[in-house]
C-alpha cells in the first residue's frame, strides 16, 4: 500500500519568513495529494490540494508543487502569520480512496 | 450542515470495558472513513465505506476492533475489550462527490486506563 513520509517533524519560522513541508509517497499510481491543516482540539481540515496531471497550484499565500518522477510533493506558505501555527498533513491517494497521511509537521510562527 | 457530528468528543473507561464511538455523516456524502490519531503513529486509517459498505477495513489493529454503517446516516467503531494501548483520538471523516476533500468531525478522545 502506499506509504508517505513527511519532513520536517518540527518547523519554527519568525512572522513574514516563508516554510516549506515536504513530503515523499511510494505509490507511482497515487494522484490525488491534498494538504490538511489541523488546530489544536480540532478534526483536520483541507487546504489546498493537487492532482497528478497538474505541477503547481496557488492560493493566496500557499502553494503545493508535485514532482511525479521523483514521488514527492511540497507546500509552501509564503509571509507566515502566527495564526498559520498548527500541525500539517500532507497525504496520498488514488481516485480519492484510501487516503494515507504522512506523520505531520507542527509549525509554529514566532511573532 | 452541522459537519461530521461525533460522539462522544471525550471517554474515560477502564481495561476490559467496551467502546462504543459514534458518527454522523454530512448528508449526501457517500464514503466514509475512520482513522485513529496517537503521537507515536500520526494519522491511521482503520477502515472505509462507500455507500455504507465496508470497502478495505485492513487498518483495522485488531479483532477487538469492528465498524459498522447501517445507513448513511450513521456509524459505529466498538472496540470490546478495550485495552491502554487503545487510547488515541479517532476521528470520522466523510466524502461525497469526486473533489476528494475529506471532511473531519472533531474527533472523540478515548483514554483507557
Known amino acids: 500500500g502506499e506509504n508517505v513520509e513527511q519532513h520536517p517533524s518540527t518547523l519554527s519560522v519568525q512572522e513574514g519568513d516563508s516554510a516549506v513541508i515536504k513530503c515523499t509517497y511510494s505509490?507511482?499510481?497515487?494522484?490525488?495529494f491534498p494538504w490538511y491543516k489541523q488546530e489544536l482540539g480540532k478534526g483536520p481540515q483541507l487546504i489546498i490540494d493537487?492532482?497528478?496531471?497538474?505541477g503547481e497550484k496557488k492560493d493566496q499565500r500557499i502553494a503545493v508543487t508535485l514532482n511525479k518522477t521523483a514521488k514527492h510533493f511540497s507546500l509552501h506558505i509564503t509571509e507566515t502569520q502566527p495564526e498559520d501555527s498548527a500541525v500539517y498533513f500532507c497525504?496520498?491517494?488514488?481516485?480519492?480512496?484510501?487516503?494515507?497521511f504522512g506523520a505531520g509537521t507542527r509549525l509554529t510562527v514566532k511573532p | 450542515d452541522a459537519g461530521v457530528i461525533q460522539s462522544p468528543r471525550h471517554e474515560v473507561t477502564e481495561m476490559g470495558q467496551e467502546v462504543t464511538l459514534r458518527c454522523k455523516p454530512i448528508s449526501g456524502h457517500n464514503s466514509l472513513f475512520w482513522y485513529r490519531q496517537t503521537m507515536m503513529r500520526g494519522l491511521e486509517l482503520l477502515i472505509y465505506f462507500n455507500n455504507n459498505v465496508p470497502i478495505d477495513d485492513s487498518g483495522m489493529p485488531e479483532d477487538r476492533f469492528s465498524a459498522k454503517m447501517p445507513n448513511a446516516s450513521f456509524s459505529t467503531l466498538k472496540i470490546q475489550p478495550s485495552e491502554p494501548r487503545d487510547s488515541a483520538v479517532y476521528f470520522c471523516?466523510?466524502?461525497?462527490?469526486?473533489?476528494?476533500?475529506?471532511?473531519f468531525g472533531e474527533g472523540s478522545r478515548l483514554t483507557v486506563l
Open positions: 493537487i492532482r497528478s496531471n497538474v
Open positions: 505509490d507511482s499510481a497515487s494522484n490525488y
Open positions: 471523516a466523510t466524502s461525497g462527490g469526486n473533489t476528494g476533500e475529506l471532511f
Open positions: 497525504a496520498a491517494s488514488l481516485n480519492n480512496n484510501d487516503m494515507r
